[in-house]
């Protein structure tokens, strides 16, 4: 062993002698003492402090509690310490070595002193880059994650569990992340894992998916994953990413039901525009008398449309939301509930309001109540808890109704137009006519 350690330049081979008074002297260091320690072999052998006390004191008692205890149970210890040259450069050191008791008490300690500054600053210069890196990605709002698969071991970055909502001491699997991802999308992300995997080296693969987190809350998350696979064709190593687009998500489906929502609102304004000129024909004798009521319904459409879309945010009373929006079908032919005058609600809320009591007011027109002279729409106010108001829509007098056997985008607009602003519309169609009932948030 002293012969290799000399020949590979990678210490100073010693044997220490420890005897049972306490002192200690080295029997033999290696020809490198003086480039390791900055202190001759022979300086060395005639006082072994020079090279003991070259440790700082607190590494020094490190020193002596690991050896110590490698004394007591004649087992190796194995450690690194700081050392401070002659010259004054401090240098990191590592000390390995084995007891041998002897019969007289006696223990010889034979032992490698080996420089690892170098490595240590390597390992801190590498450590601090990751650190950098990490940083860097994760302002970015990315987290990191790994999985090697013959080991089964899974590392996720604090970014990437927070992504998931886990706490950063959460331990993670394999089996732990796919429950939490949606019960949907568990297939395809296993099959996108697994086109990469089959690969012959191995291969990316990306995908958009949802998680449940252990609260509840849905996220979405674009994963990015590269499966490196070894010489058999077996997956070794899969790295990744991920990165929280529930926002982009969201903001892509408001998207969609906004231009449904026009396409929507463009065919319903046309159909709207054909039955008042329709019943505003039927109760005019004159061209200027068919002119007069039909310029003031389309005006109040107009206005009904200016105040969905221009609240500007401020809280609107939503008598005024009523008005507007069933003055173009008829003032008279709605029973409307004068406590509407004490509820307000956010501009955002009135201009869903409006949409709303639109699409309804469309709805009874073309198919409900309004279709015929003998029907009348009552919407009254409701009970609710506190801090949210509730009103009651309710057709009469027209024909029987009865819901479409699939669900049409006048339906889904009824369902998800509040939804956003904490709404919530039920509805039903009876023998007597359609009805449903509106609750949501109000503001003082």
Known sequence: MRSAADATALGMPFVLESKPDGSRRFVFVGPRCLGVNGVTGVAAMNDPSLVLDLMLPEHRQAFEAAEAEARASLQPFDIEVAMRRPDGEVRWHRFASLPRAQPDGVVL??????????????????????????????????????????????????????????????????????????????????????????????????????????????????????????????????????????????????????????????????????????QTARNQDTVEGFQEQLMARLQAMSNSQDLVTASGGRPVSLADVLDKAVAPFGRARFDLDPGFAEVTVRGDMAAGMGLLLHEMATNALKYGALSNRAGRVAVTLDAAPDGRAAFAWRETGGPEVAPSPSQGFGTRLLTQVLRNQGGDVTFSFEPEGFQARVEFPTVR
């Open 109 to 278: 300690w034979d032992g490698l002193q080996i420089d690892v500054t170098d490595r240590r600053e390597m390992a801190a210069a590498l450590q601090e880059q990751r650190r950098r890196l990490e940083m860097a990605a994760e302002a970015t709002g990315l987290g990191f994650w790994e999985w090697e698969v013959e080991a089964d071991r899974v590392v996720w970055s604090d970014r990437n569990k927070a992504l998931f909502g886990l706490a950063a001491d959460a331990e993670v699997t394999v089996q732990s992340y796919l429950e939490l991802v949606h019960p949907d999308d568990v297939e395809s992300v296993q099959t996108a894992f697994q086109g990469a995997r089959d690969q012959p080296n191995g291969g990316d693969y990306s995908l958009e998916h949802r998680v449940v987190t252990p609260a509840g809350e849905t996220r979405w998350i674009l994963t990015h994953g590269r499966v490196a696979n070894d010489d058999t064709g077996a997956a070794r190593l899969v790295v990744g990413t991920s990165l929280d687009i529930t926002a982009r998500k969201g903001a892509e489906e408001r998207r969609s039901l906004l231009m449904g929502e026009l396409a929507h609102r463009a065919k319903n304004g046309m159909a709207v525009m054909m039955a008042l000129v329709s």
